[in-house]
């Protein structure tokens, strides 16, 4: 179609491809684009229908429709001798023009009339009429065509031709398609672009107009279409014309044409109802399961009695799109069962869940690899006993034989993700062609929603695979303290976000805490929320001071790029010295809660700015604690919600950490409760709860050791003396040695402060040598002469872990023993 003259073209081949020579509309059909309100009065009236009817668009606006295009009558039947030769006759496709004009008809119609002009003429009119449902004032639109226009201009007497009838394509997916919905609102030039899609859409779902020519060609009134032959309406009218040429009876069904059309049109109108309301059932949500049941239930018991639906193994585990064609080891899984036969009689033979394949032979195989409809109108013995064989000693042949089965493909991008296998009871009508058309739509529909909840599903499991994998697993017990967490996704801006929580074992039995929260949501987020969090844990591993470490991840951040930008929170806990030492970048203040009289608060923390804004001091400070308090720091979206001051969220968070728990996991659980149900939450959250529980002075052992080479006997005396009076003599060979091997590089390399050895007794026994010298030393092969490069050796076959950090004034390294069993 063309605005200026409301042309549309044929196809390139139009209808020379198959049809008779001579018998195509030559060059592009003049259409007449008229739409009719709700009071029957002419809105809107094209540049073609002017042309077309001869009356002028100010003169046709806002008269009624049926004064101004009074239907004269149908066109004659086909003659040689009539205006038109054998183009002249049409068979009818439902009601006449006048009723669709006139409000008469609920449901789109096409023919040929002849229609009184202004000048006292008439015309001969190929026509399309489309009622129009919603919300706008338009009731009608009515296309139209001169039927002049496609007589032919040198007849073949030779040739064999039929008549040409206007028609409709419907439930179909040809490109002529996207033409109609680019062009129609084009020339309808007074409607509104919202008016113009509307009524766009509901060609589109009513049916195209096409022209059929012969037997064999259909053209499409725009390029690229088609449509499918009424065989039924042609057959039926072919037995009447024998009927009355050999004298015979006419049989009652086809006595009145007309009824037949009309029980035809409201069949096909019942479809497009039933496939509206389907398509409103299915795809109210995106979860996969529950997606399968509404498509399943969607069809029964309105269309079929029985609905199985099969989905390949990938859909069903929520992996990517499969690829390739199905064969006979691609495995079916059985998601959904749909009947309405006495409850439990599938249960048993056909379960749920079950996975199989299907063999070449079978129709469900047929389906999958052609992706094609396969329609078996009665189930006989034999196909019944070739299915049976697929259930093993199960007998399922008194459930499906004498059924009519209809098998259906659910495609998504030309590939088939799974089919549907619908069986009528033997006392129901069987499914014919029309069926099959309907239930081809029907799986088209229901393949594309059960893709977009396949792709949310894969998606989304993409989205916790990385976000778990970003997350570290943080074990429930370090040294002096019991640990705590949870991560919950964002609910409204995606699961992946740029919450992290973290704890680092550091020198001395001491433990990092780590909450950061960087600005964002999604992929690039979480990204960055990676690369932040593995920094944080390398500079941790330094034993860099609290503040120092903010001060290098900030700079980090400007580093990595002007949008990185996060708050994040540090503390220390020392149990030993039973003190926090924390600092604090931009992030929302953690909740300390004393285990003595279980009163909870807010630390007074220096808040500064968040990592990557720059140029910010950040100060550190001390918190004295004691056994037993517990700590808890979060990310904001646990407090903070749309709309409420985030004092209230802050309050709420110190009132429910307060409230005592049998457990840290139900500590943690009571404060989401508490935070999470008060709505308008949209961000992930992060919770870290740790409770400090401190090293009693009697499980601590220093010694200051001189740097004479002697010292080191006296080590391991040391270590033997305390390993007894622990009860931990089982241990001393081992690690007496291990301080030995320590205490002597130690003394070797000290250059001026003593060397100082610590036993700790915890859920480990843990040993530190530190002294002075800021050379870490390195795991390295010794060969048979070498005098150096065994100690290190010996020391990480024994423990069960052992390291080497810097620290302030030298370094430390230790290793772990892990204690005998009582």
Same mark, same amino acid.
């Given at each position: ?645 985030? =004092?209230? !969220? @802050? ?5 429910? *950490?307060?409230?005592?728990? %049998? +457990?840290?996991?139900? #500590?943690?659980? $009571? ?117 150096? =490069?065994? !100690? @290190? ?5 024994? *423990?069960?872990?052992?390291? %080497? +950090?810097?620290?302030? #004034?030298?370094? $430390? ?10």
């Amino acid at each position: 179609m063309d605005r200026g003259t409301d042309r549309a073209a044929p196809p390139d081949h139009q209808a020379g491809s198959g049809a008779p020579t001579g018998h195509a509309p030559a060059g592009r059909i003049p259409l007449a684009v008229v739409v009719v309100d709700r009071d029957g009065l002419v809105s809107h009236w094209s540049t073609g229908a002017r042309r077309l009817f001869g009356a002028a668009k100010e003169s046709a606006i806002g008269r009624p429709a049926a004064d101004l295009l009074p239907v004269s009558g149908a066109l004659p039947e086909d003659r040689e001798d009539t205006p038109y030769g054998p183009y002249g006759g049409y068979d009818g496709l439902g009601p006449g023009l006048q009723a669709s004009l006139d409000g008469g008809l609920s449901y789109p119609a096409a023919g040929r009339a002849r229609v009184g002009v202004p000048d006292g003429g008439r015309v001969d009119v190929l026509w399309w009429a489309y009622p129009l449902i919603g919300p706008g004032l338009e009731r009608l639109l009515v296309l139209a065509a001169d039927a002049a226009a496609l007589r032919p201009h040198e007849p073949d007497e030779d040739a064999v031709v039929e008549r040409i009838a206007p028609a409709f394509a419907l439930h179909t997916d040809f490109p002529g398609a996207e033409e109609l919905a680019r062009r129609l609102p084009e020339i309808l030039p007074s409607m509104s672009v919202d008016e113009s899609a509307r009524i766009v859409a509901q060609v589109l779902e009513l049916g195209y107009p096409i022209l059929e020519f012969s037997q064999n060609d259909r053209v499409p009134v725009t390029p690229d279409w088609g449509v499918p032959r009424r065989a039924e309406r042609r057959a039926r009218r072919e037995r009447l014309a024998r009927a009355v040429a050999a004298g015979e009876t006419v049989p009652e069904e086809l006595r009145d044409d007309k009824d037949g059309e009309d029980l035809e049109y409201a069949a096909v109108r019942e479809r497009l109802e039933f496939l509206n309301e389907v398509s409103g059932r299915i795809g109210t949500s995106l979860d996969l399961a529950r997606t399968i049941v509404e498509v399943s239930k969607a069809v029964v018991p309105r269309f079929t009695d029985v609905a199985g639906t099969y989905l390949r193994e990938q859909v069903v585990a929520g992996e990517g799109f499969p690829e390739g064609v199905p064969d006979t080891t691609t495995m079916w899984h059985r998601v959904a069962l749909e009947h309405t036969d006495e409850p439990g009689r599938w249960d048993d033979v056909v379960p749920v869940g079950e996975a199989m394949p299907f063999p070449a032979h079978t129709p469900f195989f047929q389906c999958m690899t052609t992706g094609e409809p396969v329609l078996v109108p009665r189930i006989s013995e034999q196909m019944g006993h070739a299915i049976a064989s697929q259930f093993e000693k199960r007998d399922i042949r008194p459930l499906i034989t004498g059924r009519s089965m209809l098998v259906v493909p659910l495609k998504a991008r030309n590939v088939v993700l799974g089919f549907m296998v619908l069986l009528r009871h033997p006392e129901r009508a069987e499914f014919n062609d029309m069926d099959r058309v309907t239930g081809a739509e029907l799986a088209a529909r229901a393949g594309l929603v059960l893709d977009n909840a396949r792709m949310y599903t894969y998606q989304e499991s993409v989205a916790e695979t990385l976000q778990d994998s970003m997350l570290p697993h943080i074990p429930p017990r370090m040294a002096g303290c019991d640990i705590a967490t949870r991560y919950l996704p964002g609910t409204m801006l995606g699961r992946v976000g740029g919450d992290w929580f973290d704890s680092v074992k550091l020198p001395g039995a001491r433990t990092a805490f780590v909450v950061g929260d960087v600005m964002g949501h999604g992929l690039n987020s979480a990204a960055m929320m990676g690369q932040l969090r593995t920094a944080v844990q390398t500079m941790a591993a330094l034993d860099l001071p609290p503040a120092q470490l903010l001060r290098n991840l900030d700079d980090l951040a400007q580093r990595l790029g002007d949008t990185y930008l996060a708050t994040c929170l540090y503390a220390v806990y020392d149990p030993i010295a039973s003190e926090l030492h924390l600092a604090n970048a931009g992030h929302i203040p953690p909740v300390l809660v004393r285990a003595e009289d279980g009163r909870s608060e807010l630390l007074d923390l220096p808040t500064g700015a968040p990592v990557g804004v720059g140029g910010v001091p950040f100060e550190a400070v001390r918190v004295r604690v004691e056994p037993g308090d517990r700590l808890v720091m979060c990310t904001d979206g646990l407090v903070e919600v749309r709309g409420e001051d985030i =004092g209230v !969220g @802050l309050a709420t968070l110190c009132e429910s *950490a307060a409230h005592p728990a %049998a +457990s840290m996991d139900d #500590a943690c659980d $009571t404060i989401i409760r508490a935070l999470n149900t008060r709505g308008g939450r949209k961000d992930d959250v992060a919770l870290l709860m740790a409770r400090l529980n401190g090293i009693e002075p009697g499980d601590v052992a220093e010694w200051r050791l001189a740097l004479d080479p002697a010292e080191v006997g006296r080590a391991r005396a040391a270590v033997r003396e305390q390993l007894h009076d622990w009860g931990l003599a089982r241990l001393a060979d081992s690690a007496e040695l291990m301080v030995s091997e320590l205490v002597t590089n130690a003394v070797r390399h000290s250059h001026r402060r003593p060397v100082e050895l610590r036993l700790v007794r915890g859920d480990t026994l843990l040993c530190e040598v530190d002294d002075d010298d800021h050379d870490l030393p390195t795991l390295r092969g010794a060969g048979p002469r070498d005098e150096a =490069g065994r !100690g @290190l050796r010996v020391v990480s076959t024994l *423990a069960r872990e052992w390291g %080497a +950090s810097r620290r302030g #004034a030298g370094k $430390t390294v230790w290793f772990e023993l892990t204690l005998p069993r009582r």
